[in-house]
């Protein structure tokens, strides 16, 4: 029997975990569920309809896992631990100052359900982080890194769009080459956060805006620019539509460490992404880690996990003879 899924939230991380359960023959997609109207929401999987939240809060569909899909901010820190009381659920909590706590709300409610919550699922946190584990691990003492981009930063963004006289607005996040090739090198270097990534923006301005406001705005604005060196390009509708429609995004995690008596030996870990699309990707790793969740909730177990309690196993629809036959 297929693995029965559902989905709160149609944003462009709903639609990236709708598309990626179509690809997963062992999942099925029994329900979304929005907060908008469910008559307005139009989905692209046939004969599955789409419910309100009260659905959710009644239990109203059978499911195995819930996928949630709303945001860091406001979202997930209260449907977390509400739906973890409910059903087997999966999140992509990124604001990573407050993992802990998140956690630890998630935990409390799936473990007085029986259920299973797994939080913070995605690439980072998520594939990165796993990567940052197992490096630290294999070489103690060393040094990781993260260089995130190029790539569009949709938290970024739309804080420029907040900007008074901003119609819309695109952030791209750059690696700076010459800090990405001293890591690769082996070097080691300290960097600043201004040394390790630039940011690049493109504005299309209301008309008789003051650009040069506007610019200073983005450039100072504290917690997203004013650390980084930032370039600001203004453009017409037209080519924000023509040229920025798509939300690419990646980057690379690596980690410089030494082994040796006398630490000679120099040993350099990446690992890299590079994403046409930055919700599809998240989407498809939501879905594994659904897949996750189902089996260790099956075997008995309950309570919160991150990405790092999960053993791969567990992600894959393979079996064990067949892992250990064509991956291992």
Same mark, same amino acid.
């Given at each position: 029997m297929a693995i029965r899924v559902g989905i709160f939230g149609y944003g462009n991380l709903g639609r990236g975990v709708e598309q990626a359960i179509r690809r997963n023959p062992d999942m099925e997609l029994v329900g979304v569920f929005s907060r908008r109207d469910p008559a307005k929401v139009k989905i692209k999987t046939p004969g599955v309809s789409v419910y309100s939240e009260d659905a959710l809060v009644n239990q109203e569909v059978p499911m195995d896992v819930l996928i949630l899909c709303g945001g860091s901010a406001t979202d997930l820190p209260v449907q977390g631990p509400k739906y973890a009381a409910l059903y087997n659920i999966i999140d992509s909590f990124d604001t990573?100052?407050?993992i802990p706590e998140h956690f630890a709300d998630v935990d409390a409610a799936a473990k007085k359900a029986g259920k299973i919550g797994i939080i913070s699922c995605?690439?980072?946190? @998520?594939m990165f982080s796993l990567n940052r584990v197992y490096a630290s691990a294999v070489l103690p003492g060393g040094t990781p890194y993260t260089f995130w981009g190029k790539g569009v930063s949709q938290g970024h963004s739309d804080a420029v769009r907040r900007i008074d006289g901003v119609l819309d607005a695109r952030q791209y996040t750059i690696p700076v080459p010459? =800090? *990405? %090739? =001293?890591v690769r090198a082996g070097k080691a270097p300290e *960097?600043?956060?201004r040394e390790k990534h630039t940011r690049e923006c493109f504005v299309v301005a209301a008309e008789g805006a003051d650009l040069a406001r506007i610019e200073n705005e983005i450039k100072t604005m504290p917690n997203y620019f004013d650390e980084y060196d930032t370039t600001v390009h203004f453009i017409s509708a %037209? %080519?924000?539509?023509?040229?920025? =429609?798509?939300?690419?995004? @990646? @980057? /690379?995690? *690596?980690? /410089? @460490?030494?082994?040796g008596a006398d630490s000679e030996n120099t040993h350099v870990i990446e690992y890299s992404l590079k994403l046409d699309s930055n919700p599809e990707f998240t989407g498809s790793v939501l879905v594994a880690f659904a897949r996750a969740a189902y089996r260790l909730n099956k075997e008995g177990q309950c309570g919160g996990r991150t990405v790092l309690d999960i053993a791969p196993a567990y992600l894959s629809p393979m079996s064990g003879e067949e892992l250990r036959a064509h991956m291992l």
């Amino acid at each position: 029997m297929a693995i029965r899924v559902g989905i709160f939230g149609y944003g462009n991380l709903g639609r990236g975990v709708e598309q990626a359960i179509r690809r997963n023959p062992d999942m099925e997609l029994v329900g979304v569920f929005s907060r908008r109207d469910p008559a307005k929401v139009k989905i692209k999987t046939p004969g599955v309809s789409v419910y309100s939240e009260d659905a959710l809060v009644n239990q109203e569909v059978p499911m195995d896992v819930l996928i949630l899909c709303g945001g860091s901010a406001t979202d997930l820190p209260v449907q977390g631990p509400k739906y973890a009381a409910l059903y087997n659920i999966i999140d992509s909590f990124d604001t990573h100052a407050h993992i802990p706590e998140h956690f630890a709300d998630v935990d409390a409610a799936a473990k007085k359900a029986g259920k299973i919550g797994i939080i913070s699922c995605g690439w980072d946190p @998520g594939m990165f982080s796993l990567n940052r584990v197992y490096a630290s691990a294999v070489l103690p003492g060393g040094t990781p890194y993260t260089f995130w981009g190029k790539g569009v930063s949709q938290g970024h963004s739309d804080a420029v769009r907040r900007i008074d006289g901003v119609l819309d607005a695109r952030q791209y996040t750059i690696p700076v080459p010459a =800090a *990405l %090739e =001293a890591v690769r090198a082996g070097k080691a270097p300290e *960097l600043t956060t201004r040394e390790k990534h630039t940011r690049e923006c493109f504005v299309v301005a209301a008309e008789g805006a003051d650009l040069a406001r506007i610019e200073n705005e983005i450039k100072t604005m504290p917690n997203y620019f004013d650390e980084y060196d930032t370039t600001v390009h203004f453009i017409s509708a %037209e %080519e924000m539509a023509r040229d920025h =429609a798509g939300l690419p995004h @990646g @980057g /690379s995690v *690596l980690y /410089s @460490g030494v082994t040796g008596a006398d630490s000679e030996n120099t040993h350099v870990i990446e690992y890299s992404l590079k994403l046409d699309s930055n919700p599809e990707f998240t989407g498809s790793v939501l879905v594994a880690f659904a897949r996750a969740a189902y089996r260790l909730n099956k075997e008995g177990q309950c309570g919160g996990r991150t990405v790092l309690d999960i053993a791969p196993a567990y992600l894959s629809p393979m079996s064990g003879e067949e892992l250990r036959a064509h991956m291992l």
